[in-house]
């Protein structure tokens, strides 16, 4: 057998996806104009995929710190802090993360996947237990692979669930670690997270939430879904990313646990990795004073989250449950997924395609994240084309004929007056054996 034959079904599945025009994974963008659009195959293409929440990518401020900090103090720390010793960037981007958030320690990584790897695998070891949500992100999976822990999965953003697992494990000793997300990064559901800490609070069981996609994007200051919430005092752990609303990469650990600093010679996606480059701690510096005062991009941005989500769901396509920055159609067709994907990208717009298993359920998502940076009118555009390109394909009922009452949505998801909704278009899809 070669090396490369047990990829077999990943080549199949790729092949499948070439037939149809591009792969997601060989796109190439020749040049990025902004925030919101680049040029794709020499044609100007808005970009409605990239987590750019903020549009931050291009803020002057961000881009001036950067080259002031690659000049001052080159293009890399060439090592781990652990071997190689901290910068002051590092040091003070920790403090100012703490202070953010209203904690008192902050571990800064190199990605927030690797924020999650060594959080979550270092914090959970042998004799203790990890109960992750069924729909989590491939790094918190990764990251239970990393830990000795004993693994448990319960229902997504189901408080009920989770509670008759933890009931199971009350007489069991070891330390009991919830991990939820704030905004789920494939559908944009947001988790129940009072009803979450008023059950791991019965158990004596500590939370960690990821917050890659609220920082920035909930909250009066935007702290995420916790200071919506109001609970900041109820959580035990928070993890996140520099790669979405602060616009460049990193990731971090934010705890009031006290000791956290321990973590630090323990973690090994910590200690056996090159820390953060200056150039990239200044900028996540600059972004992250900016956001307590973005107000304006964060009512921007939600403002947007609604157009698209309104006018996608007034037309007929079938998507996540909430409104929020993330507004994914579900289709259980892959070759209609492949061709609508395709259909969109030849027309100028780019979004993710997300397929089993790294999507809930099974499903075919047509994947979008909307930044304040996008006008309005690129949002009118980006319908219109969903809503054509989805006509051709058979995805959404044609124009409804005189007199037909036409679904209105308002931001609460209540349906004014609906029409039928298709049978089809709303079926579950098998839930695939194995999710990423
Ligand atoms: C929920 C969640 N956590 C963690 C990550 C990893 O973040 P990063 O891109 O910084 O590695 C992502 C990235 O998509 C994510 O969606």
Redesign the pocket.
């Known amino acids: 057998m070669a090396i490369f034959d047990k990829f077999q079904s990943l080549t199949d599945n790729h092949d499948l996806v070439k037939s149809f025009g591009q792969s997601p994974s060989s796109l190439q963008f020749e040049e990025i104009i902004s925030p919101t659009e680049a040029v794709l195959n020499g044609r100007r293409t808005i970009l409605l995929g990239t ?1 750019n929440y903020l549009g931050m990518t291009f803020d002057e401020t961000c881009i001036e710190k950067g080259v002031a900090a690659l000049r001052e103090e080159g293009t890399g720390t060439t090592g781990s802090r652990i071997a190689n010793g901290s910068y002051n960037g590092h040091k003070a981007l920790e403090n100012e993360l703490a202070e953010f958030y209203g904690m008192k320690e902050a571990m800064l990584f190199s ?6 790897l060594g959080a979550i695998g270092t914090l959970a070891g042998r004799g203790d237990y990890l109960l992750i949500d069924a729909d989590s ?1 491939a ?2 999976h990764d990251a239970c692979k990393l830990s000795d822990a004993e693994v448990i999965r319960f229902r997504h953003n189901d408080p009920v669930n989770l509670a008759k697992k933890l009931e199971r494990l009350a007489d069991k000793p070891g330390e009991k670690l919830v991990i939820i ?1 704030s905004i ?2 494939m559908l944009g559901d947001t988790s129940p997270l009072k009803e979450m800490i008023a059950v791991k609070k019965k158990y004596g069981a500590s939370l960690l939430i ?1 917050e ?2 609220s920082l920035g994007v909930m909250g009066a200051t935007g702290r995420g879904l916790c200071e919506l919430a109001g609970v900041g005092d109820d959580i035990d752990f928070i ?1 996140g ?4 609303s602060v616009g460049t ?3 971090f650990l934010v705890s009031n646990v006290p000791g956290l600093d321990i973590v630090r010679l323990a973690s090994r996606p910590y200690m056996f990795t090159a820390s953060l480059p200056p150039s990239v701690v200044a900028t996540a510096r600059a972004a992250l004073s900016k956001i307590p005062h973005a107000t304006e991009l964060r009512t921007k941005l939600w403002d947007n989250a609604t157009q698209l989500y309104a006018g996608l769901k007034n037309t007929g396509f079938d998507l996540g449950p909430q409104v929020s920055p993330i507004v994914a159609i579900r289709l259980s067709d892959p070759q209609k997924a492949v061709a609508l994907w395709n259909g969109l990208l030849d027309a100028g717009l780019y979004t993710n395609l997300a397929l089993p298993p790294a999507t809930p359920l099974g499903w075919y998502l047509l994947r979008s994240s909307i930044s304040a940076a996008h006008t309005s009118q690129q949002i009118a555009l980006a319908v219109e084309l969903c809503t054509r390109i989805g006509r051709e394909l058979g995805l959404i009922p044609c124009p409804l004929k005189t007199g037909a009452s036409v679904e209105m949505m308002n931001v609460g998801g209540t349906r004014k007056s609906a029409t039928k909704p298709d049978s089809k278009r709303t079926a579950e899809p098998k839930k695939p054996a194995a999710q990423a």
């Open positions: 987590n990605t927030g996947y690797m924020a999650n992100h790094s918190i997300e789920y990064s990821d890659a996609h993890t990313t520099f790669s979405k990469i990193g990731g």
